[in-house]
């Protein structure tokens, strides 16, 4: 199981994924926005999305739990 936490503080933009979703290391999960830049997280690892933290508009703390794969 791994812990997909925020990079940087910022405004969530876009989830990319839905929970049960199987995703391959690297893949785009969450797009968001700090210092009117757009930063995608990536997916460190294959696995399934098991829970989403967070949703568009939120506004996240650096290293904020965004979502869970398993």
């Known amino acids: 199981?791994?812990?997909i936490l925020?990079?940087?503080a910022g405004k969530i933009l876009a989830v990319?994924?839905?929970?049960?979703?199987?995703?391959e290391?690297?893949?785009?999960l969450i797009?968001?926005?700090a210092l009117k830049m757009e930063n995608t997280v990536y997916?460190?690892?294959?696995?399934?999305?098991?829970?989403?933290?967070?949703?568009v508009g939120d506004s996240?703390?650096?290293e904020a739990l965004?979502?869970?794969?398993e």
């Open 25 to 28: 290391e690297d893949d785009e």
């Open 43 to 55: 997916a460190p690892q294959a696995g399934t999305v098991k829970e989403i933290k967070v949703k």
């Open 66 to 69: 965004l979502l869970v794969l």
């Open 1 to 3: 199981m791994a812990e």
């Open 16 to 23: 990319l994924v839905e929970p049960g979703a199987k995703v």
């Open 6 to 8: 925020a990079p940087l």
């Open 60 to 62: 996240v703390e650096d």
């Open 31 to 33: 797009v968001i926005e």
